[in-house]
């Protein structure tokens, strides 16, 4: 089936304002031939994979470490310990009723208010703190396939990856591209280890290689190897299982074709 990014992301109700394919206009409305197998997954798994995303988390770990973030946190937790202290003393002292434990029940009620109001307080600062450390926008969704691999742009890739800016790559550059674990290899090449990427199940794209089946009868059927498509007929998916299968038969000969290029 033929896709473009803008129009799953339609299908599935999503704002592209929402996800970190905005600005990419022409890679979105590229069209690519694959099997109806999309989702739309929260980019917060995926998020290290595109460069605002990660830019933004990098400043929210940066901000983390500074000391006005620390000491707003710190003073959280001393009023998590303090509130606590406070409910189990109250909590022990529950069956008193004489008026010097009402009188201090009072004021630990009391401190427990404020102490509450302050949490709510430095929590608000915590996160204005963090929303201030950004300039990019908390994105929502992105789109995976098969639930394995997301989508990503090689425009993206490459201002994760600069080393990727300097392939020339031409036409990966107005197509989408998707990618699996593409964190994990920035990180291991920014920690100085050696890496090496090995090909998968997308060796072969869409026209690449073809498949020939041949009937008795002198007639003959082509299908796209990635796709399972008849050549040509991009709506039915893996046609070739179903075709095989009903002139099992009648068919005598399967031939594969290569097409790729060097």
Known sequence: MIFTISGLLSRYGVNIENTPYE?????????????????????????????????????????????????????????????TTLSEYNRENSLFQNAVLKEEENRVASETKRLRAEKARLLSEAKRLVSSSSRAPKCASVLAYKDTVVCNSLQNMSLVLPELGGMGASRLENIPIF?????????KLNNGERVAVVGGPCLLGTGEMLIHVYHRDGNSFCFDFNTGNYRGDLIKRNAIGDHIRENAKNVIKIIFENKKTP
């Open 179 to 187: 990618t699996r674990s593409f964190d994990k290899l920035t990180a």
């Open 23 to 83: 600005g990419q206009d022409g890679i979105n409305a590229c069209t690519f031939d694959a099997a109806d197998f999309f989702s739309v997954a929260d980019v917060e798994k995926y998020k290290m994979n595109f460069a605002r995303l990660r830019e933004r988390e990098l400043s929210i770990e940066a901000l983390k470490r500074g000391g006005a973030y620390i000491g707003v946190t710190s003073a959280i937790k001393a009023i998590k310990d303090r509130l």
